[in-house]
């Protein structure tokens, strides 16, 4: 593993710089009114800033920076340096899409085709699926296949990270898990670049999920939720799908599975009523979760360890070693977790 100092101080950095940024975000915001009202379908019942993601996305920029000065990924000469920078502007462009969601609410067509154009544009710039590794086939080369298949993945991504976001600390938790195993992966397939990347956002989640776990005192909003999929989309591409391991194109849909089983279930099921699959409801997982007696603390555990037993298969497909003892502990977490949450339903 290419592990370096750049990578604790990236993530320490980011932390640190939202753990500061939400306040002044918060009083910002209650004085402008952006706060999310509570409706029948959500769970909070009080006005709750819903522009997060501001504090998230900066605190990313702010440690990135930090290290771009420390010479940490300077060389932009590189093609993987400049994957990286592509990631960077496409996850900007993203948070501006969802803040300016936030602030005045963009109708679902608008703001997919937006994300469409953004993410095309990232694919131009080198952040491409090209390529998938198929046992007994060995390499094959998409073409320009590879762009409709990589701007499917960056806006699904998104999207599904977006759903996810229903319940104090689920969104921020799981993209934090999400974000600790792609990291894992990237050191192990010698990708430090796009590790330094990936740790950055993770200490940004870190900093976020101590005033965003229940109960919440901000919400990330489109503006996170926008910014945290893409980032993670777009480091699943350059730091997973282009390793030469024979298991690269699963990897991401692995550590993802929660969030894009979800989404994927909620649009067939949207499908199958003939409803618009952009109209919201209750049919996600954790909305699942509650209705069948679970506490808003319990659903938001019980999904954490599911996206961390996903996580743990992904780290077994890479071959990192002793992962089987990892997928064992896992699986323990998820089963002693569903059990006690089962144990204080029934009681």
Not at 259 to 275: E, G, H, Q, Y
Not at 327 to 335: D, F, I, N, P, R
Request: hydrophobic share 55%.
């Amino acid at each position: 593993m290419l592990l370096s100092w750049y990578h604790p101080l990236a993530c320490f950095v980011a932390g640190l710089a939202v753990f500061g940024i939400v306040p002044i975000v918060r009083a910002v915001a209650l004085e402008q009114g952006w706060v999310d009202s509570p409706s029948a379908r959500k769970v909070h019942r009080q006005p709750i800033v819903r522009v997060g993601g501001v504090a998230i996305c900066f605190g990313t920029l702010i440690s990135l920076t930090a290290i771009w000065i420390l010479q940490g990924f300077v060389d932009l000469s590189t093609e993987e340096n400049t994957e990286i920078l592509a990631v960077v502007l496409g996850s900007f462009g993203f948070f501006l899409i969802g803040f300016a969601d936030d602030l005045l609410g963009l109708s679902p067509i608008a703001r997919l085709m937006v994300q469409v154009g953004v993410a095309s544009c990232v694919w131009f710039a080198g952040v491409q699926i090209e390529f998938v590794t198929i046992p007994g086939l060995g390499i094959v080369q998409l073409g320009w296949v590879g762009l409709p298949l990589t701007v499917i993945w960056l806006t699904g991504v998104v999207n599904a990270i977006n759903w996810m976001d229903g319940l104090d600390g689920l969104a921020s938790g799981v993209s934090g898990i999400a974000a600790i195993t792609i990291f894992v992966i990237c050191l192990f397939t010698n990708q430090p670049v796009a590790a330094i990347l990936i740790a950055a956002l993770a200490g940004s989640l870190l900093g976020f999920l101590y005033y965003n776990f229940n109960p919440a005192q901000i919400f990330m909003g489109d503006g996170g939720s926008y910014f945290i999929g893409f980032m993670v989309a777009g480091v699943s591409v350059i730091g997973l799908v282009k390793s030469a391991i024979a298991t690269a194109v699963l990897l991401p849909f692995v550590i993802l599975a929660v969030p894009i089983l979800d989404m994927s279930a909620v649009i067939v099921t949207r499908l199958w009523d003939r409803r618009s699959p952009f109209v919201a409801d209750n049919r996600h997982l954790h909305h699942r979760l509650l209705k069948a007696g679970l506490s808003h603390r319990s659903t938001v555990y019980v999904i954490y360890a599911l996206a961390w037993w996903a996580g743990s298969f992904a780290m077994a497909f890479a071959g990192i070693p002793n992962s089987l003892a990892i997928v064992a502990s896992a699986t323990g977490l998820l089963g002693c977790t569903t059990w006690k949450v089962w144990q204080s339903v029934k009681a």
